[in-house]
């Protein structure tokens, strides 16, 4: 084998372990720089937020494959807000209802998703349910 043929060859294994790389790298949202805004309330602790964004964040790094989370925020005004998603969701004084807003990226890969690619999506609404303090926040909505 000349050198010319095993540059060819090692230039070609590099490309196949790059695509490789990319086919099987992580799947789901990136979750790794989110800015968290917590403003605690009469109705909830800064713990019973950031509980809720965790869960946001863990269903983000599952479900948004080309999706990078920027922002997470909790406002009490934008809760009171947005009463009638809660009442469709069931919510009439058993358990807990947070709505939370974010921000993300795209890439090219969150065309798959559904989002377009190369986009910033602002006021993406979360909603999560309880079905008492202290219990763990489940993810039952999200969208605009």
């Given amino acids: 084998m000349n050198r010319k043929t095993a ?16 086919l099987v790298g992580p799947s789901g949202g990136n979750v790794k720089s989110v800015e968290r805004i917590a403003q605690s309330t009469d109705r909830y602790t800064e713990a019973d937020i950031l509980a809720a964004f965790n869960a946001i964040e863990t269903e983000f790094a599952s479900e948004f494959e080309g999706c990078t989370l920027d922002e997470v925020r909790y406002d009490g005004e934008v809760e009171t807000r947005h009463l009638d998603e809660m009442l469709e969701h069931g919510q009439k004084g058993e358990g807990d209802l947070i709505v939370v807003l974010s921000e993300f990226t795209t890439d090219w890969r969150a ?34």
């Fill in 111 to 144: 065309a798959d998703e559904g989002f377009s690619p190369n986009e910033r999506y602002e006021g993406w609404q979360w909603i999560l349910t309880r079905p008492s303090q202290g219990a763990p926040w489940k993810v039952v909505d999200w969208g605009y």
């Fill in 7 to 22: 540059l060819v060859a090692i230039a070609g294994a590099f490309a196949a372990l790059g695509i490789l790389v990319a």
